[in-house]
């Protein structure tokens, strides 16, 4: 059974930093393609950024770019989300996803963490 477990979310300022982290345990880890989503209050889950099985390759949505770094550490089983210049609009919960490769769609992940909650006050 394939469990990811997100950490690192918390109350910061507007213009602050964090760091997610979401470890994978029970499968191949080295083998998936992982996302991060997040999905604010009455709107839909939406995706962040992806990152190839082998960290080479990574993609992000416009509203992120410049500003997030996804990475990976497979040895760790465990994918980072770094997020500088945060704004309050990006208050929501933060989900990491595994799946079979890099997708911007909720539909291309298989597995799903329970998500951390990011709030960013003005």
């Known amino acids: 059974q394939v469990q990811l477990v997100e950490s690192g979310g918390g109350l910061v300022q507007a213009g602050d930093s964090l760091r997610l982290s979401c470890t994978v345990s029970g499968g191949m880890f080295s083998s998936y393609g992982m996302g991060w989503f997040r999905q604010a209050p009455r709107k839909e889950r939406e995706f962040v950024a992806t990152?190839?099985?082998?960290?080479?390759?990574?993609y992000y949505s416009d509203s992120v770019k410049g500003r997030f770094t996804i990475s990976r550490d497979n040895a760790k089983n465990t994918v980072y989300l770094q997020m500088n210049s945060l704004k309050p609009e990006e208050t929501a919960v933060y989900y990491c996803a595994a799946g079979s490769g890099t997708s911007y769609s909720v539909s291309g992940y298989n597995y799903w963490g329970q998500g951390t909650q990011v709030t960013v006050s003005s």
């Open positions: 990152i190839s099985w082998s960290g080479s390759r990574t």
